[in-house]
């Protein structure tokens, strides 16, 4: 539940949550005209420093967004980013939280036009610890294919674009899994209704790129970075559907998802069922990094005190 008394920043002012609204006539709302954010921040191990997950990374791929989108974002990266610290200091966040930065065409008038100068921009922070609460997970192809680059560019995180998740994650729930993989209209494996995919086969941790109509994820990015890390060999490559059928492991990640593993593909047992190392070794290394327990990533994470 949502602690009482939660402050949001909208539109160049800290207001109660409660006075954050948009009017029924936005064309945010009426046409889905927007980009969107999802980042998190972890309580460190002191249990009162919290640890800002790649908050320039976020910010830089939100102003990018920005750009395809015709929205105008309300400052540089660098005020961004203060903002979205601000706000956690506003709510005294000693929580793992995540926080939601919006940008909206706002404007009350008729018709799907994009116009920077209606821009609005909004961010909302919610105490978060699990998006899957599972410790690993049933999934399914979905009927729906994701929705192309090139009608509605899911690499930018656009408000409207998440139907197209909805009614992934929804026929999945309907049919007993707990989340779906959408195909590309080529039937290559583009990503999870908010995840990235990645599957591990004789050692080799495989991923699609970001040309398969999916989100320029950020967690994805910096897990082929730990890959190096680790010591797993990572290629990046279209991924067929049947493969997901014989990978020895599979696991889906996102900021909301973290790492969650894979153990069955439309009722395909994934390797033996359980969790498999290499996944386990990356649930492992992700948690120290996020933490800010790890000397070589420790500049990924922004303190939000202190
Ligand atoms: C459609 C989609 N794919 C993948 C992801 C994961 O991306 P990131 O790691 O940047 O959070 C998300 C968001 O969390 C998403 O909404």
């Known amino acids: 539940m949502l602690p009482a008394g939660m402050i949001t920043y909208f539109d160049g002012k800290f207001v109660d949550d409660a006075e954050a609204t948009v009017s029924v006539r936005s064309r945010a709302l009426n046409y889905g005209l ?44 660098a005020e961004l980013a203060e903002l979205h610290l601000e706000l956690l200091r ?16 706002n404007s009350t008038a008729m018709a799907p ?9 909004t961010i909302f922070c919610l105490p978060l610890k699990r998006y899957i609460d599972k410790d690993a997970i049933d999934v399914c192809i979905s009927s729906w294919r994701r929705v192309a680059d090139n009608a509605i560019p899911a690499r930018t995180k656009p408000t409207g674009a998440y139907l ?16 779906a993989i959408l195909l590309t209209e080529a039937g290559k494996v583009s ?12 050692g080799t941790l495989i991923s699609p790129p970001s040309t398969q109509d999916n989100l320029d994820g950020i967690t994805r ?10 010591g797993v060999p990572f290629v990046e ?35 033996d ?34």
């Open 34 to 77: 927007g980009c969107f954010g999802g980042i998190r921040g972890y309580v460190a191990d002191d249990g009162k420093q919290v640890l800002v997950f790649r908050l320039d990374e976020h910010i830089q791929r939100l102003c990018e967004s920005a750009k395809v989108l015709y929205l105008r974002p309300p400052g540089t990266p």
């Open 90 to 105: 506003r709510n005294d966040v000693h929580f793992d939280v995540y926080m939601r930065p919006l940008l909206l065409h």
């Open 113 to 121: 036009i994009l116009d920077e100068a209606t821009t609005s921009f």
């Open 164 to 179: 197209n998740s909805a009614l992934a994650r929804r026929e999945a729930f309907d049919g007993g899994f707990d989340e």
């Open 191 to 202: 990503e999870g209704s908010a995840e990235h995919v990645f599957m591990v086969r004789r």
């Open 221 to 230: 990015r910096s897990l082929i970075e730990m890959a190096g890390d680790l």
């Open 237 to 271: 490559r279209e991924i067929g559907r049947t493969e997901l059928y014989v990978t020895d492991e599979l696991f889906l990640c996102g900021t909301g998802a973290q790492i969650t593993p894979v153990k069955s593909v439309d009722r395909r047992t994934v390797g």
């Open 273 to 306: 069922g359980g969790i498999g190392p290499v996944t386990r070794k990356f649930q492992q290394y992700f948690d120290d990094v996020v933490h800010g327990r790890v000397a070589k990533r420790k500049s990924w994470v922004v303190p939000v005190w202190g």
